[in-house]
């Protein structure tokens, strides 16, 4: 199975910073995609990426998908309290033909008034 | 309907009671999975349905048991459960098997005392 592997682990920033987190594989995947989860529910859709080199914007959230499609980054600008939560990236993971879906390590931002 | 959802949202559980997990959409989904989400770490891939067959069982114990009555219902049996077995349990549909946006619902947090 192949890993995703996000940094940092942790983050504690002030409303309206900026920051960014990774998410890093030694693997090729066909597509990843980013979720959000807060405390006590599911992960929530934010968006897919899927050619080398794309970026996509989504408000104040810019994602970025590696050319060689091994790893991609979210870019969160002028941060607010409402971005706080679990960041997750995932993507089809399974190898010799298995399908295996997996999450990666997890960001946990938190982001202080 | 955007959502799924799922029932109950919590659930406390003696190793030796039999219980069941509840999901549902209608969204149109033809598939539908579990993942066990434990404290602090990523949800991992349980089992996936396609067109209400069973697809992937990611070598779960049989204690776990999934049904999948009908295209829009998801469930997931428990019986003889162990302490460790305490997670938040996440379903998830997508338009087809193997596309990977899901969406998921707010997840049960079972308890195994």
């Known amino acids: 199975t192949q890993l995703l592997e996000q940094s940092p682990q942790f983050l504690s920033i002030q409303e309206g910073e900026n920051l960014t987190v990774y998410c890093n594989s030694s693997?090729?995947?066909?597509?990843l995609q980013w979720y959000r989860q807060e405390p006590g529910e599911g992960p929530v859709l934010l968006v897919t990426?899927?050619?080398?080199?794309e970026v996509k914007k989504l408000k104040r959230l810019t994602f970025q998908f590696g050319d060689a499609r091994k790893d991609s980054s979210l870019h969160i600008t002028a941060a607010q309290t409402g971005d706080t939560g679990l960041y997750l990236c995932?993507?089809?993971?399974?190898?010799?033909?298995?399908?295996?879906?997996?999450f990666g390590t997890g960001t946990r931002l938190k982001v202080l008034a | 309907d955007t959502e799924v959802t799922q029932t109950p949202k919590h659930l406390v559980m003696g190793m030796t009671n039999k219980k069941s997990l509840k999901c549902e959409q209608h969204?149109?989904?033809?598939?539908m999975y579990w993942y066990k989400q434990k404290a602090k770490k990523p949800p991992e891939l349980m089992f996936v349905?396609?067109?209400?067959?069973?697809?992937i069982n990611e070598s779960v114990p049989s204690r776990f048991s999934p049904e999948c009555p009908n295209s829009s219902l998801l469930n997931l049996h428990l019986h003889a459960l162990q302490p460790e077995d305490s997670a938040l349990y996440l379903c998830?549909?997508?338009?087809?098997?193997?596309?990977?946006?899901?969406?998921f619902g707010p997840g049960t947090r079972l308890t195994v005392l």
């Open positions: 998830a549909s997508s338009v087809l098997a193997f596309n990977n946006e899901q969406f």
């Open positions: 693997s090729v995947f066909s597509s």
């Open positions: 349905y396609s067109y209400e067959k069973l697809s």
């Open positions: 969204m149109g989904h033809r598939a």
């Open positions: 995932a993507g089809e993971g399974g190898t010799s033909g298995t399908y295996k879906y997996i």
């Open positions: 990426v899927v050619t080398g080199g």
